[in-house]
Nanobody, 119 residues
Framework: QVQLVESGGGLVQAGGSLRLSCAAS????????MGWYRQAPGKQRELVAR???????DYADSVKGRFTISRYNAKNTVYLQMNSLKPEDTAVYYC?????????????WGQGTQVTVSS
């Protein structure tokens, strides 16, 4: 099992910045990758950014150049630095971890943190 605790959401004006944090505990040795997803009202959950245990990153086109994902392995924590925020970034942001098994990867989710960007 993997437990994820998020922090750092809030209300910010357009153009501002926020940093989200996600601390993992439990079977952290088995985590393959961690990432951030978001879900806006009436929309499907979508990948924002993802980072593997080897440090490879992947970003949604809509956030490239504005968001940066990083991982501090010593603290089992992943961060999402969000700059130049836009109203369309408003959503609930969920931390995700993929746990390796003998079979398929198993996803774990945090409780979600609200990010609201005002225009």
């Amino acid at each position: 099992q993997v437990q994820l605790v998020e922090s750092g959401g809030g209300l910010v004006q357009a153009g501002g910045s926020l940093r989200l944090s996600c601390a993992a505990s439990g079977s952290i040795f088995s985590i393959n990758a961690m990432g951030w997803y978001r879900q806006a009202p009436g929309k499907q959950r979508e990948l924002v950014a993802r980072i593997t245990s080897g440090g490879s990153t992947d970003y949604a086109d809509s956030v490239k150049g504005r968001f940066t994902i990083s991982r501090y392995n010593a603290k089992n924590t992943v961060y999402l630095q969000m700059n130049s925020l836009k109203p369309e970034d408003t959503a609930v942001y969920y931390c995700n971890a993929e746990r390796k098994t003998m079979g398929p990867l198993i996803p774990y989710w945090g409780q979600g943190t609200q990010v609201t960007v005002s225009s």
